[in-house]
């Protein structure tokens, strides 16, 4: 049995397409291209990579990167037991072995002397060397890499390199319209569409205070909270509060200017 029967996505994950971004990925992993998917948090990046994996048939691993995550977190280490050692494949390496699609979410947020052990996966050669074993891994015919990150939160000590970037292929997302998120909502929660529309509503006035007060505008993923909370039978308003203003400021006049928003939007 395959060491990442595991990881294999079995059911179809929900994935309402924006575009022809399905088809372009696809085309990608034909390819074997490695592609780096850019977007606000909460759009649906990593539900589209798992619908991606899944339509491919391949299995899909998924690490989430950090700023203490090591490159032998990636790629694997020696273990001390009672025997001896044992070497591990991290998950990197268990991927480019077997042939799985390896997803690094948030990359920016792993150090830059980490994320460099992904560069030789990423062009002709397609291996990865194993320093501290003396191996060197070929990438089974199958395997692709994919990573992500939220250009929102680009700075001088948050970016990916440019020796990084140009390695990749890229898909940009952006939140939904309103017509296909009121949608995504329904669909994901089970609540009505007036309901998941009004929710929509109070989102996409949220966003506009992007650079205005907020960092980040209400994500998908929370309109999908709120919307969860609904169907529990919590009120609109106080969902609307639970999940859509207090996650993203403690700002006193921020949080005030939401309420005023979602008593014009929810009359």
Same mark, same amino acid.
């Given at each position: 049995?395959?060491?990442?029967?595991?990881?294999?996505?079995?059911?179809?994950?929900?994935?309402?397409?924006?575009?022809?971004?399905?088809?372009?990925?696809?085309?990608?992993?034909?390819?074997?291209?490695?592609?780096?998917?850019?977007?606000?948090?909460?759009?649906?990046?990593?539900?589209?990579?798992?619908?991606?994996?899944?339509?491919?048939?391949?299995?899909?691993?998924?690490?989430?990167?950090?700023?203490?995550?090591?490159?032998?977190?990636?790629?694997?280490?020696?273990?001390?037991?009672?025997?001896?050692?044992?070497?591990?494949?991290?998950?990197?390496?268990?991927?480019?072995?077997?042939?799985?699609?390896?997803?690094?979410?948030?990359? #920016?947020?792993?150090?830059?002397?980490?994320?460099?052990?992904?560069?030789?996966?990423?062009?002709?050669?397609?291996?990865?060397?194993?320093?501290?074993?003396?191996?060197?891994?070929?990438?089974?015919?199958?395997?692709?890499? #994919?990573?992500?990150?939220?250009?929102?939160?680009?700075?001088?000590?948050?970016?990916?390199?440019?020796?990084?970037?140009?390695?990749?292929?890229?898909?940009?997302?952006?939140?939904?319209?309103?017509?296909?998120?009121?949608?995504?909502? #329904?669909?994901?929660?089970?609540?009505?569409?007036?309901?998941?529309?009004?929710?929509?509503?109070?989102?996409?006035?949220?966003?506009?205070?992007?650079?205005?007060?907020?960092?980040?505008?209400?994500?998908?993923?929370?309109?999908?909270?709120?919307?969860?909370?609904?169907?529990?039978?919590?009120?609109?308003?106080?969902?609307?509060?639970?999940?859509? #203003?207090?996650?993203?400021?403690?700002?006193?006049?921020?949080?005030?200017?939401?309420?005023?928003?979602?008593?014009?939007?929810?009359?």
């Amino acid at each position: 049995m395959s060491s990442l029967d595991d990881w294999r996505i079995t059911e179809e994950p929900y994935y309402a397409p924006q575009a022809d971004e399905v088809a372009l990925f696809v085309a990608a992993y034909a390819a074997r291209l490695p592609v780096m998917v850019k977007g606000p948090t909460g759009c649906g990046k990593s539900r589209f990579i798992e619908y991606a994996a899944w339509k491919l048939g391949r299995p899909l691993v998924t690490v989430a990167c950090n700023e203490d995550m090591t490159a032998a977190d990636l790629v694997g280490r020696f273990l001390l037991e009672p025997g001896g050692t044992r070497w591990q494949d991290g998950p990197l390496t268990m991927a480019a072995r077997h042939g799985a699609i390896c997803y690094l979410d948030e990359i #920016v947020e792993a150090r830059q002397d980490t994320t460099v052990v992904i560069h030789p996966l990423t062009d002709y050669r397609r291996t990865l060397p194993l320093d501290k074993k003396g191996e060197l891994v070929r990438a089974h015919p199958d395997f692709q890499l #994919v990573i992500s990150y939220n250009p929102g939160y680009q700075s001088l000590m948050k970016d990916l390199k440019t020796s990084t970037r140009q390695r990749f292929v890229a898909l940009d997302f952006d939140y939904p319209t309103a017509a296909l998120e009121a949608q995504i909502v #329904v669909r994901e929660t089970g609540i009505g569409s007036d309901q998941a529309g009004a929710l929509v509503q109070v989102a996409a006035a949220a966003r506009r205070l992007k650079g205005h007060g907020l960092d980040e505008g209400v994500s998908t993923r929370l309109i999908v909270y709120a919307g969860n909370l609904v169907r529990q039978g919590v009120a609109l308003r106080d969902a609307c509060r639970m999940a859509m #203003v207090r996650p993203i400021t403690d700002d006193a006049e921020i949080r005030e200017t939401l309420e005023h928003t979602i008593d014009a939007v929810l009359v």
